[in-house]
Structures are given as structure tokens and as C-alpha cells.
């Protein structure tokens, strides 16, 4: 199919695949080592690229390095309930090279959404992208639909939504593979069981959040500022806060059920609809436009926290540029992420009560 061409489904090799019977281990200090079961020995060197490799970044949020009566290092998965020999970090190796000390990372700043899909196949697979309408969201609904995927465009403006789905086809012609959904505030009801009876007959899921980080305490007396003491980029940030420390404790609350949340940054010079609130961020977006990434680019750490092969089954962390980054301190506070939950839901039930009296 032409589309699966345009996406480079034919080109599916990877250099650090393992050849059969070799597995990838990590010692207690960080270092990946490779075990060849068939002859029964270890070794440092990756069996096909032959590079030595380290774990990047301390382990996910739940996770817990342990050794066993053999000396053996195992991880346990508190937040789960099960253990594993295999280090959740392997996902975020870097190369050791002790004549260049540099890294480099397989994806940047500069990559694309497409770029992250190229070579897989979504086909049988269901996609829900809130906003997909436009920007962002737009973008990543156009890349999975060109991979295969069956395409839900959540959106509240269902014109907006249809004209999306046209561009999206001129593209690729298989409407099949793309259908809307209006998003309406009563959705706040509908619960993840639900959507997953809906598509029974779907193979699988691919569930995520775009939302984004910032620096900053959070203070709840002040989430709703009077209009005096209302500024636009402290507002925003705050609510950049909220985003990361929503996430993690939905992924604290929905990981046992096999659900994960991370929460995803997508890039530092976006350029977006904030500028309307002051003429001085208007000058300031105008004068750093040519210098912005593409809404495709901006996708693309959505699409990568979606889609990883490498993340599966990971959650609660957080991404930039692709890349794994720890956040401010508050925004990893579990105490402050359970008391916005907490406050979340009580203005959920205000709110509904308020509107059935």
C-alpha cells in the first residue's frame, strides 16, 4: 500500500535487536552486560554492534533495585506487585565510548513525528486523540492514521474535526481508518471501561496524555486568582504543574490495571496561541518564529511515549525532546499530586451537582 510505503513500513531492522538465545542484563552499578544462553556465557560488548552500554536516569517512580541470595540484581515493582530481573532503564541506555565521552540519543529536538512511526505498522490498533483538530493533536492523529491505525478525532468543535479528517485524506484515502467523536463535558463521566467495550473487537491500545511541564510551587489557594492578581505565564505555569503531577498519580492509580501515564513536554520554542494575552508576547513569538519547531516535531515525543516499543508497560515519568528528564522537585511530589486529585475531584462533584439542581 502506497501509504505504508510513504511511512517506511519495509524497512523494520534494527541494529540492537539480539540474535536468539542472547539476553540484555544490567549490573548494580548501571552497566549493561549480555548473557548468550546457547553457549552459557556473558559478555560487555553488544553481540551484533559490538558497543558497551550504560542505564541513563534512576528508575521509575514505584520501582526498586534489590539483589537476591545469588548476588543477583532484580527490580521490584511495588506500585504492580511483581518482581523482574529485567531493569525498567533499559529503555533509556546511552553508549559508553571512553575515547568520545559525548552521547547521543536515538531522537532530538529536531525529529518528527513521522520519523518516530517509520517502520511500524498500527494496523488493527486504536488511537484516541483529544484536540485533534489542530496543532499538536492534528499532527499526531495524521501520523498514526498513516500507519494503520484506526483514528479517533475527540474533538468539541465537530466541524473543526471534519475538516481535519478531509485533510488527513487527502493523504490517505481509507476513511475507515478514521472516525470523530464529539468531546463534551459529560465525558468526564465516561470511564476507561467503557471505551474499552465500545472497541472490543479492536487488538490492542494505544492510550496517552500530552501535556507538559514546568519550574515553579504549586499553592492551591491560588489556582484561581482574582482578575488583580491574574497573570497569563504564571497561570500557565501552574497549570503545567498540574498536568505533571495529575499524571503521575493517575499512573500511580491506573498502572495496576495495566494503564500507564507520562507526561510529555513538546519543546521549548512551540509556537502557540499564548501570545494573545499580551501585546508583549505577541513581539516576543513574532521575533522567535523562524526559529520555532514544526507542529510535526512538537508531536513527536507524544507519539514516542505512545508508540515506544521500549516504554511499554512504563509510566509516571516524564519527557522532553524524546528524551526521559526529571522534573521541578514539586512537580514529584506524591503528597501534592494526591492533593490535586483529591481537589480535582471535589470540584468535579461541585460542578455536576451545580448542574443537576
Known amino acids: 500500500m502506497a501509504a505504508l510505503r510513504y511511512a517506511g513500513l519495509d524497512d523494520t531492522d534494527s541494529e540492537d535487536e539480539l ?29 551484533k554492534t559490538g558497543k558497551r552500554k550504560r542505564v541513563a536516569g534512576d528508575l521509575p517512580y514505584g520501582w526498586e533495585q534489590e539483589t ?39 531522537y532530538d529536538g529536531s525529529t518528527t513525528a513521522m520519523e518516530i512511526l517509520q ?31 484506526h483514528v479517533i478525532l475527540a474533538c468539541r ?87 505533571v503531577l495529575f499524571s503521575n498519580e493517575l499512573h500511580r492509580r491506573l498502572s495496576p490495571r495495566g494503564v500507564t501515564s507520562n507526561a510529555v513536554h513538546p519543546g521549548n520554542m512551540m509556537y502557540s496561541n499564548i501570545h494573545r494575552s499580551w501585546w508583549m508576547y505577541t513581539l516576543l513569538f513574532t521575533l522567535a518564529r523562524p526559529f520555532t519547531k514544526s507542529m510535526q516535531q512538537g508531536a513527536a515525543t507524544t507519539v514516542y511515549c505512545a508508540a515506544a516499543p521500549e516504554l511499554e508497560g512504563l509510566g509516571g515519568m516524564y519527557f522532553n525532546n524524546c528524551c526521559r528528564c526529571m522534573p521541578s522537585p514539586e512537580a514529584q511530589s506524591e503528597e501534592t499530586a494526591r492533593a490535586l486529585w483529591a481537589l480535582s475531584e471535589r470540584l468535579i462533584q461541585e460542578r455536576l451537582g451545580s448542574q443537576s439542581g
Open 119 to 149: 517502520g511500524r505498522d498500527f494496523t488493527g490498533k486504536v488511537v484516541v486523540v483529544t484536540g485533534a483538530n489542530s496543532g499538536i493533536g492534528f499532527e499526531t492523529a495524521k501520523s498514526f492514521a498513516l500507519h494503520g491505525a
Open 19 to 47: 540474535p536468539p538465545g542472547w539476553e540484555e542484563r544490567t549490573t548494580k552499578d548501571g552497566w549493561v552486560y549480555y548473557a548468550n544462553h546457547t553457549e552459557e556465557k556473558t559478555q560487555w560488548e553488544h553481540p
Open 157 to 243: 468543535n465537530m466541524a473543526r474535526a471534519s475538516e481535519a479528517v478531509s485533510r488527513i485524506l487527502e493523504e490517505w484515502g481509507s476513511e475507515s481508518l478514521l472516525s470523530l467523536r464529539e468531546w463534551t463535558r459529560s465525558d468526564a463521566e465516561i470511564s476507561l471501561d467503557g471505551i474499552g467495550e465500545q472497541y472490543a473487537g479492536e487488538t490492542s491500545w494505544e492510550r496517552f496524555t500530552d501535556i507538559n511541564d514546568s519550574l515553579g510551587k504549586l499553592d492551591f489557594s491560588r489556582l484561581s486568582p482574582s482578575k488583580n492578581d491574574y497573570w497569563a505565564m504564571l497561570a500557565y505555569n501552574r497549570s503545567k504543574l498540574c498536568n
Open 68 to 106: 537476591d541470595e545469588n548476588g543477583q540484581v532484580f527490580f521490584v515493582d511495588h506500585i504492580n506487585k511483581r518482581t523482574t530481573y529485567v531493569d525498567p532503564r533499559l529503555a533509556f541506555t546511552v553508549d559508553d565510548n571512553p575515547t568520545k565521552p559525548t552521547t547521543q540519543q536515538r
